[in-house]
């Protein structure tokens, strides 16, 4: 039973019924409109899934870094903070989405919402936002000055060594090249001290003096809160991913499906070949977000311990292995359902005897031939009902319509 519903629909793919094949021309058509509605689908399964807020999302990484890694010091807070201050303005895409977004920040962690809306009023503050742009262009040509102080040393030492080896007693050169050393270096020892003051001035300001104790206030409770929530949000992210993609890719299947049906019903060869090729392009984003899923926890969550254990002694590729040697194995048994149950040896010799061809070899016979001229196999055999010659390969006989017995 399964077998025949699963040959009529297969029937339905590549035909619009038994006396009318699907031309080549139309079969490009459906194949171009396949490939457009999984393009569009896949695009749809994204936008809705972006919905969902994702543990990077509700526990962003400058959050992770400051409040759990504890990786903001005295030394490097400053410039960290002026990369986020300053992300909307050196970020001017169409397709930027500020950080400071409301819609984002809603989605936080109440600790990292805390964080970010901290540094929101920073970056909202004219006064300091103009701070840190001034800190940023001298911080960039402190570093031309450096680059090039670093060349013109490099030019001065060769220099150096060829007057050395060559006992040349000419010092223009090299003096020329050591003023514009010096000239450079105090450039740069005066972008050092302008940036340092603009620093002092910058952790002066109330606002940063706030945020600064917000991330230096040791708070056990908070950082331990913040990574079991943070755990929590990748345990269960994958099941409300998959449960979030099948509410919208499960109502596009069930609707395809029943057009399909009443299709079927109502005898609509268009309507059935064409819902029968949504069907399958429906189905197939289904099957491989439910694979991803099941690939993804196994090793996370079903097998954690295992994987750990595999980690540990970094042979982490024996769980690729096996799942390799899995997909092998799933496949051998799919292929051997496929060609004893589906597409089975009796199938393919009705197949080619429906095309004129040999049952045996497959190649084309000529007109009127009882034997393959290609392999000798003969065609026909006695009917065991009216004795008289009948194709081997068919069914039923070609004299009498009874049944040939296998």
């Not at 908070?222 to 269960?236: M, P, T, V, Y």
Request: contains cysteine; hydrophobic residues 40%.
């Amino acid at each position: 039973m399964i077998r025949q519903r699963m040959l009529k629909f297969k029937n339905r793919l590549f035909r619009i019924n038994d006396e009318e094949p699907l031309s080549k021309l139309s079969l490009c058509v459906i194949i171009a409109l396949d490939l457009f509605i999984l393009f569009v689908v896949f695009q749809g399964l994204d936008d809705h899934t972006r919905q969902l807020t994702s543990p990077a999302e509700y526990v962003p990484y400058e959050c992770r870094e400051v409040l759990i890694q504890n990786n903001w010091t005295e030394a490097n807070r400053i410039s960290k903070l002026q990369n986020l201050v300053l992300a909307d303005y050196n970020n001017y895409s169409y397709q930027y989405t500020s950080q400071f977004e409301s819609s984002r920040i809603q989605k936080m962690h109440p600790v990292c919402r805390e964080f970010f809306k901290k540094i929101q009023a920073i970056s909202q503050d004219k006064k300091i936002l103009d701070l840190f742009k001034t800190l940023a262009q001298l911080e960039v040509k402190k570093n031309q000055f450096t680059s090039g102080f670093k060349e013109t040393k490099d030019v001065y030492d060769t220099s150096l060594l060829e007057n050395i080896a060559e006992n040349d007693t000419k010092e223009d050169k090299l003096s020329s090249i050591s003023s514009s050393m010096k000239d450079k270096e105090q450039q740069i020892e005066l972008f050092n001290s302008q940036i340092l003051d603009i620093e002092k001035q910058l952790n002066a300001e109330d606002k940063i003096k706030d945020l600064w104790a917000f991330i230096q206030s040791e708070d056990a409770a908070r950082r331990d809160l913040l990574i079991k929530d943070f755990k929590n949000s990748e345990f269960r992210y994958p099941f409300k991913e998959l449960l979030w993609q099948m509410l919208f890719l499960l109502p596009l299947f069930i609707l395809f499906y029943f057009w399909g049906v009443r299709s079927v019903a109502k005898d609509a060869k268009l309507q059935i070949l064409i819902s029968a090729h949504l069907i399958v392009i429906s189905f197939i984003p289904i099957f491989f977000k439910i694979l991803k899923t099941v690939l993804d926890l196994i090793p996370r969550h079903f097998f954690k311990k295992f994987f750990e254990i595999l980690t540990a002694l970094h042979i982490v590729a024996i769980w690729h292995y096996l799942v390799i040697i899995a997909s092998i194995g799933c496949a051998l048994i799919a292929i051997y359902i496929i060609q004893n149950k589906i597409f089975n040896k009796h199938r393919l010799q009705l197949k080619r005897l429906a095309k004129g061809k040999c049952y045996h070899c497959g190649k084309n016979l000529p007109p009127h031939a009882t034997s393959c001229p290609f392999c000798g196999a003969d065609q026909q055999r006695n009917c065991p009902t009216c004795n008289q010659r009948t194709f081997i390969a068919g069914d039923y006989c070609a004299r009498c319509g009874k049944p040939l017995e296998s």
